[in-house]
């Protein structure tokens, strides 16, 4: 069964494709993004709107820097701040404080139309609604058995579509920018004793947030009842 990754970077497909043995084709799908605190209610949105558009399989992430003496700030909003203060600003900021630590998750999110065996991975089965509907429903579900239906009334039949989760996580440091390669947040994101800027694609891949949660999801996606 092929499936669908959304994105418009080829390089995450040719990254999903080392994990999984279906074939994996990149979908160039515009997926609207709700404002939320939490990753995994980003990415179960975007995957919802990626399958009503498919009809088929699909695959999107969601990922961001969670700074330690932030409290994780930016986290999901990491993009907007990259766009607006800059990774440079961002390292300045971070240099000033104590603590340095930081992690970089990242959530895969599928979505086939049907529904899950209980599995520890969590299923997210809440529909939001735009940005206040996003903030009453922040809390998202952490095991198969503790999810909200959270259906509308006059919703359409597939609002609910569940959608499975999987979380990678790279804890690391912020220092001073290094490295040529990359993209992002990788020349301020120090993992081991060299930045992701640091690192060629391949070494950056295998230990990356994005590949640890491919790799939960291939070893789940190669064994599930489809």
Not at 33 to 57: C, F, T, V, W
Request: one cysteine or more; proline letters at 6%.
């Amino acid at each position: 069964m092929t499936l669908r990754f959304v994105t418009t970077n080829a390089g995450k497909v040719r990254e999903a494709r080392e994990y999984l043995d279906d074939p994996v084709e990149q979908l160039d799908f515009d997926t609207p993004e709700i404002q939320s605190d939490d990753l995994g209610a980003i990415a179960a949105h975007k995957a919802r709107a990626a399958y009503r558009h498919a009809r088929e399989p699909v695959i999107v992430d969601d990922a961001g820097l969670f700074i330690g003496a932030f409290e994780g700030f930016p986290g999901p909003y990491s993009a907007y701040v990259e766009d607006t203060l800059g990774v440079e600003r961002v390292w300045q900021l971070t240099s000033e404080e104590s603590d340095r630590t930081a992690a970089f998750r990242g959530v895969v999110a599928y979505c086939d139309g049907g529904d899950f065996e209980a599995t520890p991975e969590p299923v997210d089965r809440t529909e939001r609604r735009g940005q206040d509907q996003a903030a009453a429903d922040r809390p998202s579900a952490t095991t198969d058995e503790q999810v909200r239906e959270g259906t509308d009334g006059d919703a359409d039949a597939d609002d609910s579509l569940p959608v499975k989760l999987f979380e990678g996580v790279v804890p690391g440091e912020i220092v001073a920018p290094r490295g040529e390669g990359g993209f992002g947040y990788d020349p301020v994101f120090e993992y081991g004793d060299r930045t992701f800027a640091e690192m060629d694609p391949d070494e950056k891949n295998a230990v990356s947030h994005r590949g640890r949660a491919l790799e939960q999801f291939a070893e789940w996606y190669a064994a599930a009842d489809r």
